[in-house]
């Protein structure tokens, strides 16, 4: 069974940069896509981007310019760097299961499973 | 303007059903993509409740179950119980400008 453990930073400055970090237990890492999700209160769900295990990226066309995300195979992990951070910015960050490496249905793909999701306040 | 829209919010009495709709704009209209759909229980992760428009993962109760016709999907519960008051959303894919997924606002379901 999969399980997903992230972690980062509660709290970031405005204009700082937000580092989240998720590691993946079980299952196999290598075969799929993974994603970063936002909840906040004001827009609600928002995907962020994915990673896969050569590194090979994909993000919302609204955040592309301040996301990096990096993985590491030695330990299973993906990481999100999010950057010049604002309140708006403030949310519940997750990161899920996207959809396998050699799926010819990309797009229909659903997000399981998740993280327990770290709350992430922008504040000076 | 979210590409999926959800009732705010639903209720119902224990053992009845209730169904919560998701409605695609015309952006996405005609595009064709499947709906999943998701329970959050407070204080937690979203969990998949429904994928490819009608089906469950294992361990889902069969009281819960999807549909989709045209630009419109559907959750629907019966048998409700206490422990079904939570959040639900549903999820496809925006073929407009974004190119990426995205969620409906969300239907919080009250258990009366």
């Known amino acids: 069974q999969v399980q997903l453990q992230q972690w980062g930073a509660g709290l970031v400055k405005p204009s700082e940069p937000l580092s989240l970090t998720c590691a993946v237990y079980?299952?196999?890492?290598?075969?799929?896509?993974w994603s970063w999700i936002r909840q906040s209160p004001g827009k609600g769900l928002e995907w962020i981007g994915e990673?896969?295990?050569?590194?090979?990226?994909h993000s919302n066309p609204s955040l592309k310019s301040r996301i990096t995300m990096s993985v590491d195979t030695s330990k299973n992990q993906i990481s999100l760097k999010l950057t010049s951070v604002t309140a708006a910015d403030t949310a519940v960050y997750y990161c899920?299961?996207?959809?396998?490496?050699?799926?010819?249905?990309?797009?229909?793909?659903?997000?399981?499973?998740w993280g327990q999701g770290t709350l992430v306040t922008v504040s000076p | 303007q979210s590409v999926l829209t959800q009732p705010p919010s639903v209720s119902g009495a224990p053992g009845q059903r209730v169904t919560i709709s998701c409605t695609e704009h015309?952006?996405?209209?005609?595009?064709?993509?499947?709906v999943h759909w998701y329970q959050q229980l407070p204080g937690t992760a979203p969990k998949l409740l429904i994928y490819?428009?009608?089906n469950r993962p294992s361990g889902v109760p069969d009281r819960f179950s999807g549909s989709k016709s045209g630009t419109s999907a559907s959750l629907a519960i019966t048998g409700l119980q206490a422990e079904d008051e939570a959040d639900y959303y549903c999820?496809?894919?925006?073929?407009?400008?974004?190119?990426?997924?995205?969620f409906g606002g969300g239907t919080k379901l009250t258990v009366l």
């Open positions: 490819g428009n009608n």
């Open positions: 079980g299952g196999s890492f290598r075969g799929y896509y």
């Open positions: 999820q496809s894919f925006d073929s407009s400008l974004s190119g990426s997924w995205v």
């Open positions: 899920a299961r996207s959809y396998p490496l050699d799926s010819s249905d990309w797009r229909n793909n659903w997000f399981d499973p």
């Open positions: 015309s952006s996405n209209v005609g595009a064709g993509y499947d």
């Open positions: 990673i896969n295990h050569s590194g090979s990226t």
